[in-house]
């Protein structure tokens, strides 16, 4: 089993930045793709980014595309979310989820393990 506990979430103003961390614990998750999702007050979960295993592939959805970054640090068991330019439809409950193989693709059901999540709260 893998354990995810996100951390680093908050309340910015507009136009700032926020480093998410995703510290999983149980097993190493070396081998698996991570993704991050969020989930806005009244509307369903989406993807944001996800990282294969290596750390050589992301993906990113077209909402945060050039202000997000989602790296990974194998020896550490931690995926990170590097978020700029931050925007009031950025707010959101974040989720770190695990994925028992090397991608990471956009579709949630995808996804083994998760997290329970990080408040992201931008004020306009």
């Known amino acids: 089993q893998v354990q995810l506990v996100e951390s680093g979430g908050g309340l910015v103003q507009a136009g700032g930045s926020l480093r998410l961390s995703c510290a999983a614990s149980?097993?190493?998750?070396?081998?698996?793709?991570m993704g991050w999702f969020r989930q806005a007050p009244g509307k369903e979960r989406e993807f944001v980014a996800g990282?294969?295993?290596?750390?050589?592939?992301?993906t990113y959805a077209d909402s945060v595309k050039g202000r997000f970054t989602i790296s990974r640090a194998n020896a550490k068991n931690t995926v990170y979310l590097q978020m700029y330019s931050l925007k009031p439809d950025d707010t959101a409950i974040y989720y770190c989820?695990?994925?028992?193989?090397?991608?990471?693709?956009?579709?949630?059901?995808?996804?083994?393990?998760w997290g329970q999540g990080t408040q992201v709260t931008i004020s306009s």
């Open positions: 989820a695990a994925r028992s193989s090397w991608n990471a693709p956009r579709e949630e059901n995808k996804y083994d393990y």
């Open positions: 149980g097993r190493t998750v070396r081998d698996y793709g």
């Open positions: 990282v294969t295993s290596g750390g050589g592939g992301t």
